[in-house]
T-cell receptor
């Protein structure tokens, strides 16, 4: 089955530790994205990548880092510099349908930092 | 810039009631419009889309019509079920009017939580 996998579903860390969230897709999509979701705030874009070895900052990139060494994988590192890291993190990928890019989402990782 | 405004929730309906969730937008360039649904504890699923004015997107009994004159894309369903309880997000992407290039990015509304009671 084609899709986007994120692991783990729940992640707990102590304050001051870096943590890496996994995102893998087997849809052969070129572009991948990371979003953060907080209650009442909707989705906010952290980073996105159009192709391998290239990525761009989104609206809230501070305190986060990414890499895109393979087309299938786009891991997100939440660093200790992120002031309020507890949130639900969603990974997405997209393909071009005509002139637009349709985004498809993974199941999410809920990160709790104490 | 681009923005999406959704009606604030939560919305609570009885089973078989009619649903409308309002969505309006502002956009530079030519927008394409989407509705996503998020069930509790899960990621977002694309529910329907419309890519030009007067297009109607439909799926699973849900419909939305892209109204350029009112810059709206309201979501409707004639008879909701308990299984429709979820958060619904309206979103847009923009195609540049000069280059014709589509944007990689989506702009989301804040979401509307729907609860359907038996």
């Amino acid at each position: 089955d084609g899709g986007i996998t994120q692991s783990p579903k729940y992640l707990f860390r102590k304050e001051g530790q870096n943590v890496t969230l996994s995102c893998e897709q087997n849809l052969n999509h070129d572009a991948m994205y990371w979003y953060r979701q907080d209650p009442g705030q909707g989705l906010r874009l952290i980073y996105y990548s159009q192709i391998v070895n290239d990525f761009q900052k989104g609206d809230i990139a501070e305190g986060y880092s990414v890499s895109r060494e393979k087309k299938e994988s786009f891991p997100l590192t939440v660093t200790s510099a992120q002031k309020n890291p507890t949130a639900f993190y969603l990974c997405a990928s997209s393909f071009k349908a005509g002139l637009i890019y349709e985004q498809y989402f993974g199941p999410g990782t809920r990160l709790t930092v104490t | 810039g681009n923005s999406v405004t959704q009606m604030e929730g939560p919305v609570t309906l009885s089973e078989e009631a009619f649903l409308t969730i309002n969505c309006t937008y502002t956009a530079t360039g030519y927008p394409s419009l989407f509705w996503y649904v998020q069930y509790p504890g899960e990621g977002l699923q694309l529910l329907l889309k419309a890519t030009k004015a007067d297009d109607k997107g439909s799926n699973k009994g849900f419909e939305a019509t892209y109204r350029k004159e009112t810059t709206s894309f309201h979501l409707e369903k004639g008879s909701v079920q308990v299984s429709d309880s979820a958060v619904y997000f309206c979103a847009l992407s923009v195609t540049d009017g000069y280059s014709g290039a589509g944007s990689y990015q989506l702009t989301f509304g804040k979401g509307t939580k729907l609860s359907v009671i038996p």
